[in-house]
């Protein structure tokens, strides 16, 4: 990881492009007029900051947040060629999930992970399953009853999945070379569902000295329940996948310095109805000097975490 202060130049740097007082008052700006001005300057201020990052060319665990709107889908490629989907967005999201898995060559799936049962998160997963051999399925318990799940599981049966139920504390088999660790849900919690986003699957993904974490729609109360039962060397990673696509109910102070990553991304939709990413988390990530991603902006966003760097590509 690093220091959470960036080098003096850098700040100077920021400070130049876009001047210190004008940045200064966009950042404790107080009227509600002034939050779309807000977080258009944090944002151009994240975006001018961004380390310059170049791939050594070295096997590497590839994690592609795949652009599908206002919603999560990361397809996962370990350096043997082993797939993993990480949700599968909205009902309208197949077809980029699709050209996403055909511009890697990817013909099956070997895990399919659902971190809760939202439609912005399954709302393609049975196309997904209908399309693509899967061999292990993992998601949570689920009592739903709307059509995203219905579907889900209607195709999980036609289609032989082996289904799992992810428990925080376990690992889950995929490559040789990776170490998927699932930090949510913890069983002693499950009993006490206040939310189904804090039911989210949160995975943490080591490549060598490299890491992904993935958080789903994990909000404070389950960043704080992982606190409290996981040492913070597991929850460490370069790259961090904010929770519930950048909502301020997540990603909460302490739980970001405990990961302490490089890189941050959002999953969210242009102009979305919410408000994604919050100003709140932009000026988390503006103070900490942490490079982010967006794919409202950006698009799909590869990282390539090599086992000793991350380097980035942008579609």
């Known amino acids: 990881m690093r220091s959470l202060l960036r080098p003096l130049a850098l700040i100077l740097a920021l400070l130049s492009l876009l001047g210190c007082s004008a940045l200064h008052g966009c950042l404790h ?53 082993r797939t993993m989907l990480v949700d599968a967005g909205p009902s309208d999201a197949f077809d980029r999930i699709r050209d996403t898995l055909s511009a890697h060559e990817v013909t099956s799936l070997d895990v399919v992970v659902a971190t809760h049962p939202h439609e912005d998160h399954i709302g393609s997963m049975a196309a997904v399953l209908d399309a693509y051999p899967v061999d292990t399925f993992v998601t949570i318990p689920q009592e739903q009853s709307t059509y995203p ?41 499950r009993e006490d569902p206040e939310d189904l986003n804090d039911l989210s699957i949160v995975l943490h993904v080591r490549y060598g000295d490299t890491a992904v974490l993935l958080t789903g729609d994990a909000e404070e109360l389950a960043e704080k329940r992982m606190l ?58 503006y103070d900490t000097r942490t490079a982010f991603y967006s794919t409202d902006t950006d698009g799909t966003v590869t990282f390539h975490l090599d086992g000793e760097t991350v380097s980035v590509d942008l579609s």
């Open 149 to 189: 799940v219905t579907s889900m599981y209607a195709s999980l049966a036609q289609n032989g999945c082996t289904v799992c139920y992810a428990e925080g504390g376990t690992t889950i088999p995929w490559a040789d070379s990776c170490t998927v660790t699932v930090l949510n849900p913890i069983p002693s919690y």
């Open 228 to 285: 409290d039962t996981f040492p913070q060397s597991m929850l460490r990673a370069n790259v961090l996948k904010l929770g519930h696509h950048g909502s301020s109910s997540s990603t909460g102070y302490g739980f970001f310095l405990a990961v302490d990553p490089d890189f941050a991304v959002c999953s969210c939709g242009s102009d979305n109805d919410y408000g994604h990413p919050h100003k709140e988390t932009l000026s988390l990530l």
């Open 29 to 81: 700006a107080d009227e509600p007029a002034a939050a779309d001005a807000e977080k258009t300057a944090l944002r151009q201020a994240l975006i001018s900051a961004r380390p310059t990052t170049q791939s050594t060319g070295e096997p590497s665990l590839d994690v592609i947040v795949i652009d599908v709107g206002q919603g999560d889908s990361i397809l996962l490629i370990s350096p043997e060629g």
